[in-house]
């Protein structure tokens, strides 16, 4: 007889505990997909050739407040003749049916079975028995963890290797307001595979889609990502409030985006993104707040808790583009200087925000331009978001075809923090592929370096002496016409930070 019993279930643990250690350096992943034994369920029941070509149903209770659910079913299997298939329904609707082990999250769910509430009440389970062969007999269980936690899906590893991995982290849909060109060359909502196979072409390590105020996409990444195994999809929002667009990177659920100054304000924002360990970055910042992109601008300027933003989009793929959204002149480099000025330290990072799948209008359109460059202990989502969370990145102004540029001070990199008493030097190194005369220039503090440091075959050094106190340097590469803007740009090493 069918029964139900609410012990742990060894086999998920084990698989849970596989995606935690593909997911697990930080302390903030691992508690957020900490394994509750208390919800785990098992449902057992037998496979005999009498239920051949019939369903045998079984129950059991969703709690509140769960995100995700995974399950696997364990039988003896087709190879000794016994085939049984696993459909779900919650209270309220039919959820999908056809595999041996799939999840459903509220976002997020494995191929036939659809994402959403994960409804609390009496859920049932329809064991299908497809094909029993004669004499053959077993036992089958089906295991059920819960969770209180979002989809570990995008807790993949593509590459196990410490690097610099290119991509773009903030990029668009037809989901959302993505739109290119039809077989009959009208403009449609653009199919998110367009926008895939425009990264994959840029040979992109990875690519955040960042859809305006919906987790919509993720169902979709989760589905597609083992065809991208060279292409880390990361799961990311563009909260777009009607006073500014801040980039939040992460497997999250609904945020909100109607923050006001009533109560609730995009400080409040950031703190809810936090909860759901993912990092928060400030959009396009230098866009007037007027009618030319409304609500683009960072019109929450005046109320920003600076020390909640983990990074700030330096450049953005609209710049200088010939469209509507024309910014004026400049970019996110000054808000970013005047938060290091400050003590803070956001990371500068760049966002190509694609809307047209790719394809190219301008000189400056396209996934990957600008192309943000991180130092990734793997190819995975965490260990990407470590890494700019660390400030160990760099910014190809021009896409992925754009010069390397490493800055270093002995074993600091980009990011890193370097001590230096009072009257001590320190020796920076900044190592580069270009190789067409491109300038270097480094900025201390906010202004460039007099001294400009000769950069000779690929390589340069700038000797600095400590006063002792709190500084900050980083370097950009800028081609030769006057006025150009930089063509890659590397955060600061910070000395003397604390
Ligand atoms: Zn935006
Ligand atoms: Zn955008």
């Known amino acids: 007889m069918p029964s139900v019993s609410p012990r742990p279930s060894r086999s998920v643990c084990v698989l849970f505990a596989a995606a935690l250690s593909l997911a697990a350096t930080t302390l903030r992943a691992q508690a957020a997909h900490a394994h509750d034994p208390s919800l785990d369920i098992e449902l057992h029941g037998t496979i005999t050739p009498e239920k051949i070509g019939t369903h045998e149903t079984q129950t059991f209770q969703m709690p509140q407040g769960i995100e995700r659910i995974e399950v696997e079913l364990e039988s003896p299997g087709f190879q000794k003749g016994m085939y049984v298939t696993v459909g779900i329904f919650d209270p309220e609707r039919y959820r999908g049916e056809g595999r041996a082990k799939f999840s459903i999250s509220t976002v997020t769910a494995t191929g036939p079975y659809m994402p959403g509430p994960l409804v609390p009440g009496t859920w049932k389970v329809s064991f299908g028995f497809n094909y029993v062969a004669p004499g053959a007999h077993g036992d089958y269980t089906l295991r059920i963890h819960l969770s209180r936690q979002l989809d570990p899906t995008h807790y993949i590893a593509l590459n196990a290797k410490p690097g610099w991995y290119m991509g773009d982290l903030h990029s668009h849909t037809g989901n959302t307001d993505a739109v290119c060109k039809s077989q009959s060359g009208k403009d449609v909502p653009c199919p998110v595979w367009k926008l895939l196979e425009a990264a994959a072409s840029q040979k992109l390590d990875f690519l955040a889609i960042t859809d305006h105020n919906t987790q919509a996409t993720f169902n979709e990444m989760g589905q597609v990502q083992p065809y991208y195994d060279k292409l880390l999809l990361i799961a990311g929002e563009e909260v777009t409030t009607v006073r500014g667009h801040t980039n939040v990177w992460g497997t999250i659920g609904f945020l909100d985006y109607r923050a006001a100054d009533k109560g609730f304000t995009v400080n409040d924002l950031f703190d809810q993104a936090h909860a759901q360990h993912a990092l928060v970055s400030i959009n396009h910042s230098y866009w007037p707040w007027d009618g030319h992109c409304p609500g683009c601008g960072w019109g929450w300027a005046p109320i920003t808790d600076y020390s909640k933003v983990d990074a700030i989009e330096v450049i953005n793929g609209y710049h200088e583009h010939g469209s509507w959204f024309t910014p004026p002149p400049g970019n996110g480099i000054p808000l970013w200087e005047a938060q290091l000025a400050k003590g803070l330290r956001p990371t500068g990072v760049g966002g190509g ?75 920076f190194t900044i190592t580069t592929s270009d190789n067409s005369g491109a300038r270097l220039r480094l900025y201390l503090d906010g202004k460039i370096v007099e001294s400009e440091p000769a950069l000779s075959s690929g390589k340069a050094s700038y000797r600095w002496t400590s006063d002792g106190k709190r500084h900050w340097l980083r370097a950009e590469l800028v081609d030769g016409a006057p006025g150009s803007d930089a063509i890659v740009l590397t955060n600061p090493i910070y000395l003397n930070w604390k």
Do not use: C, F, W
């Open 353 to 427: 925000d694609e809307h047209r799948g790719g394809e190219q209008l301008s000189l400056h359109d396209g996934v990957g331009i600008p192309t943000t460059v991180v130092y990734a202990r793997e190819l995975s989502q965490p260990a990407i978001l470590e890494g700019i969370r660390a400030g160990h990145v760099y910014v190809k102004t021009h896409g992925p075809d754009g010069p390397e540029l490493l800055l270093n001070a002995g074993p600091a990199m980009m990011g890193d923090e370097v001590k230096a008493a009072s009257g001590s030097t320190v020796n």
